[in-house]
Each structure stands twice: as C-alpha cells, then as structure tokens.
C-alpha cells in the first residue's frame, strides 16, 4: 500500500508564507513525478506544480514566480514554498505522485488534501 500525507496548511494574511509538504511512504520502487494541485467549491481542481525525479520542474502561470517546488528524492517527500500569497490562493492543496510499486505495478496516487486560507 503507498500512502500520501500532506501537512502545512493554514490560515495565513495575504503576502505572508506558507510551506506545504507531502510524504509518500509504503511499498514504493521508484517515483517518477510528484506535484501540487488545488482545487476550491465548485470548480475543478488544477495543476499548481509539478516536478520529475530528476528535477525539472513546471508550474501554472498564476504562481511562478511566488511558488517553488522541490523534492527529496531520499525521503519521498516534495515542497511547496508559497510566498506573497494572495486571497486567491485559497483553496485545498492536494498532493500526488506517480509511484510505482516493488510489484511494479504504476499508478498516480492522491492525499487527502491541506487547507490553505488566505485573509486579505
């Protein structure tokens, strides 16, 4: 089983910082990409960032600039810093990553998603 745990969300005042981080942990062989989504009611969720095992690195055009991403390879996890944060920004940032597995069997898993609030 390969589990995704998410941690760092909060509330926050618009051009403040957060640091969200997600963990992967389980029966995992390797990781070929993990990424931040977010999504807010009644709408879609949508890409925030994503990033390769081997660093390369894409982001929507809405945070570059503010958001970086990062990982580490060593400890399955990846970073989401997010600086000069706007009300907009709101929403439950979820993590996920394709994994795959020592039966090799691939698959994108999921978190269960952080609150991130922006007060304006």
């Known amino acids: 089983q390969v589990q995704l745990v998410e941690s760092g969300g909060d509330l926050v005042q618009a051009g403040g910082s957060l640091r969200l981080s997600c963990a992967a942990s389980?029966?995992?062989?390797?990781?070929?990409?993990m990424g931040w989504y977010r999504q807010v009611p009644g709408k879609q969720r949508e890409l925030v960032a994503r990033?390769?095992?081997?660093?390369?690195?894409n982001y929507a055009d809405s945070v570059k600039g503010r958001f970086t991403i990062s990982n580490d390879n060593a400890k399955n996890t990846v970073y989401l810093q997010m600086n000069s944060l706007k009300s907009e920004d709101t929403a439950v940032y979820y993590c996920?990553?394709?994994?795959?597995?020592?039966?090799?069997?691939?698959?994108?898993?999921w978190g269960q998603g952080t609150q991130v609030t922006v007060s304006s």
């Open positions: 996920n990553a394709d994994i795959t597995k020592y039966d090799r069997d691939s698959s994108r898993y």
């Open positions: 990033i390769t095992g081997g660093g390369s690195t």
């Open positions: 389980g029966s995992i062989f390797s990781i070929s990409a």
